[in-house]
C-alpha cells in the first residue's frame, strides 16, 4: 500500500488538475499524484503540428490565464486578423467582407501553442503523473480514501476530481454521492465536446498574401469558422477552424471533400496544396465526452453550488472548466477552479 499512498490525489491532468498540482508543489507539498486516463497530459488542451485542436483563445478579461501564463513565463500573442474577413450569412445572398477594426484587439493566443501551457504546468511535477490510469471508483475508508484504476489502487487521505462532471458520472462512488449532486453531474453539459475541429497546415500562407484574413464565419456552409493560425514566429503556416456538426455523420471522404470544396469557393483552390489535414471530434473522444450529440448547441450553465461543497468527511472536492463560476467552460474557470481547491482543501 506504501508505494501507492500520496496525501493528495488529483483525478485528470487537465489544465485544471494541473494547475492544482502546480500550486500545491510551490506550496511545499509534494505528497501528490495526479492520475490520467489518456495517454497524454492537457485534456481539452491539445496540440498536433502546431495546429490547438482543443482550447485556443483567450482575453484580457481571462485574467487567471493572463496571470498564469506571466507567472510560468509563457507567451502570449494577438490572433492575426488583418486583410478581408468573410462572412457568409445565406445561401442564398452572396457573401461580405470586411475588415475587422485595428483599434479593437483581437483575442490572444499562446506562443508556441496552448501546450506550452501545459508542459509549463508539468514540468515541475511531471514524476507524480499517471497516464494511461482509468479510475473506476472512489471508495472513503476509515482512515482515508481509496481510489481504483486500471492500473492499480491508490490511496490518499483527499481525492480532488478535476473530470468534467458529466463523464465524472462513469464513476462508482462509495458511500454514494447525494442524490442531487449525481442529478446535476448528468446535467453539466462539457464545454465544447461537441466540437469537431479542422486543421490544415501549408508551405506559404496564402491567403495573407492574398490580403485574406483567413476568417470564414457563417452557418450555412461546411465550416462554421476560420482563422488563420500561423505560429508566434510566422515560420509556420496555418489556417484552423470548427467543422459544421451537420457534416458528423457523413464519411470522412465525404465531409472533408465538402470542407476543401467550401474553402475553396472563398480561399481559391491553394486550399488544396495543403501539407497536412486532419480533424477532431471531440464528441467521439472517451476521455472528453459520452454523449451521442444530435444539438448544434447547448446552452451551458456551470459552476453550480454543489461543486463548491466538500465531499466524503471533506476529503472529496470537485474540480475543472465547468464547476467553476468563474468563466466556467473556459481555460480561466479550468485554472481558477484549480487555484480555488487547493486553498479549499
Ligand atoms: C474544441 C475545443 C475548443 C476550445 N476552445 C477554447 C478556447 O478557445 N478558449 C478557452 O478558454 N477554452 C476553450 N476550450 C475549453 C478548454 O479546453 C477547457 O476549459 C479546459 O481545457 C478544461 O480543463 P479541465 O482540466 O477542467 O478539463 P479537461 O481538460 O477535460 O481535463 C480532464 C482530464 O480528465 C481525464 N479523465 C477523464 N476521465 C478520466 C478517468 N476516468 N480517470 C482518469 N482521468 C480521466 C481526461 O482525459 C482529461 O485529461 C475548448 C475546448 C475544446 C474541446
Not at 452557418?219 to 476560420?226: R, S
Request: proline residues 3%.
Amino acid at each position: 500500500m506504501k508505494g501507492n499512498f500520496s496525501k493528495y490525489i488529483i483525478i485528470g491532468a487537465g489544465l485544471s488538475g494541473l494547475t492544482s498540482a502546480y500550486k500545491l508543489f510551490n506550496k511545499g507539498e509534494t505528497s501528490f499524484t495526479v492520475l490520467e486516463s489518456r495517454d497524454r497530459i492537457g485534456g481539452r488542451i491539445v496540440t498536433r503540428d502546431r495546429i490547438d485542436y482543443g482550447a485556443t483563445w483567450f482575453q484580457t478579461h481571462h485574467e487567471e490565464v493572463i496571470a498564469l501564463l506571466n507567472e510560468l513565463g509563457v507567451e502570449k500573442y494577438h490572433q492575426y486578423n488583418k486583410g478581408k474577413s468573410i462572412l457568409v450569412y445565406s445561401t442564398m445572398a452572396p457573401e461580405h467582407y470586411f475588415e475587422n477594426d485595428p483599434d479593437t484587439p483581437s483575442a490572444y493566443r499562446i506562443k508556441g501553442n496552448s501546450q506550452a501551457l501545459i508542459h509549463a504546468l508539468a514540468k515541475t511535477v511531471s514524476d507524480k503523473i499517471k497516464t494511461e490510469t482509468k479510475v473506476l471508483s472512489i471508495h472513503e475508508t476509515e482512515n482515508g480514501m481509496q481510489v481504483a484504476t486500471d492500473n492499480g489502487v491508490f490511496f490518499g487521505e483527499k481525492v480532488i476530481v478535476t473530470i468534467p462532471p458529466k463523464i465524472a458520472t462513469r464513476i462508482s462512488f462509495s458511500p454514494e454521492l447525494p442524490v442531487e449532486v449525481g442529478a446535476v453531474m448528468d446535467k453539466t453539459h462539457t464545454w465544447m465536446s461537441n466540437a469537431i475541429k479542422v486543421g490544415l497546415t501549408f508551405k506559404e500562407p496564402f491567403w495573407r498574401n492574398n490580403d485574406f484574413s483567413g476568417m470564414i464565419i457563417g452557418q450555412v456552409g461546411a465550416v462554421t469558422e476560420l482563422y488563420d493560425h500561423n505560429d508566434a514566429e510566422n515560420e509556420h503556416y496555418a489556417l484552423m477552424g470548427f467543422v459544421n456538426e451537420g457534416l458528423r455523420d457523413t464519411s470522412a471522404e465525404n465531409r472533408k471533400q465538402r470542407i476543401l470544396g467550401y474553402l475553396s469557393q472563398y480561399l481559391g483552390t491553394e486550399i488544396l496544396d495543403y501539407l497536412s489535414y486532419e480533424e477532431k471530434d471531440w464528441s467521439q473522444d472517451w476521455h472528453t465526452s459520452c454523449e451521442n450529440i444530435k444539438s448544434i448547441y447547448m446552452s451551458p450553465s456551470y459552476g453550480n453550488p454543489v461543486f463548491n461543497r466538500n465531499y466524503m468527511n471533506g476529503k472529496l472536492r470537485f474540480s475543472g472548466a465547468e464547476t467553476s463560476p468563474v468563466h466556467g467552460g473556459y481555460m480561466d474557470g479550468a485554472i481558477y477552479s484549480g487555484i480555488q481547491t487547493v486553498e479549499k482543501l
